[in-house]
């Protein structure tokens, strides 16, 4: 439902020089009270737009990086990644850290530019240096898997914890599959159970497919094949990498009643687990 908020300007009946002067009243919508994210939610991208581009004039930056999100994915607005770039740029140096993030990953797919993973990198280190989550887990799987600068596990392990603490997801799986291989860190395969969870229960499907693996291998829990078909069904419907020859495999092992029990449990954390997450909000 569209929420409207009416500006009202009076002018009194007033006398000049003898000579009265009629009241005029004056009233204009403003469509959604104003609100940018209210417009957004009701995919009326031009009065997003609108609302925060009159934010930005202001310095707002989260308003920018709205703004390149939409030049970005072409909502509402021809796409024009020069644009969202520009936005992520000033966003960025008006404070708000994951402008730097942004404009990396459009430097890193080579979206609005040629890819140049030097500059993406120098990018992610900016933004992960003023404490920005994905700048961070970005920086971090450069380091895990030695793309384009040096191998290393531990500058990766501390990335992720650094991201894994402000709650980002992916950041989680990957600290706990460390945990788990004792790289970088000490194995510990219940601080990596501890963050697989976190994940997972947090709608992300790479947590939920770590987490049937556990139930499957009985690794810091004990064996329970309805716990892992449930999870990897989870995964499996986000049609994560794996999951679905995962859940076929797992199903085997179970009886009709089992089965039937797991394919409940499954429905129960969808509703616990992926669909709180599903609209979720860019940011």
Do not use: C
């Not at 291998?217 to 078909?229: E, F, S």
């Amino acid at each position: 439902m569209r929420s409207d908020k009416i500006f009202v300007w009076l002018i009194g009946a007033f006398l000049i020089g003898g000579v009265a002067v009629v009241s005029t009243i004056a009233i204009r919508t403003v469509p959604y009270g104003g609100d940018p994210e209210a417009a957004f939610a009701a995919e009326d991208y031009d009065a997003a737009l609108e609302f925060w581009q009159a934010q930005a004039v202001d310095g707002d930056a989260r308003a920018l990086i709205q703004i390149g999100l939409m030049y970005e994915n072409s909502l509402g607005v021809f796409e024009d990644f020069p644009k969202a770039a520009e936005s992520y740029l000033r966003a960025a140096e008006l404070g708000q850290a994951d402008g730097y993030s942004k404009l990396g990953a459009l430097y890193e797919q080579g979206r609005g530019f040629d890819t140049d993973m030097d500059e993406a990198m120098r990018l992610y280190g900016m933004a992960a240096d003023q404490g920005d989550a994905q700048g961070q887990f970005k920086l971090g799987a450069f380091y895990e898997i030695g793309r384009y600068t040096q191998r290393s596990y531990d500058e990766a392990a501390r990335l992720y914890a650094l991201a894994a603490n402000q709650g980002h997801s992916d950041a989680q799986v990957s600290l706990g599959s460390l945990y788990l291989a004792g790289r970088g860190v000490e194995r510990n395969n219940r601080e990596a159970a501890k963050w697989y969870r976190a994940a997972a229960e947090g709608g992300n499907a790479g947590g939920q497919f770590s987490m049937g693996i556990l139930f499957e291998n009985g690794i810091t829990v004990p064996r329970d094949y309805v716990q892992a078909y449930a999870w990897y069904r989870l995964a499996a419907v986000q049609e994560y990498g794996g999951a679905a020859r995962s859940l076929s495999t797992i199903e085997e092992q179970l009886s009709p009643p089992e089965l039937e029990r797991a394919k409940t449990l499954s429905v129960e954390m969808w509703e616990l687990y992926v669909a709180p997450f599903q609209n979720g909000a860019e940011g």
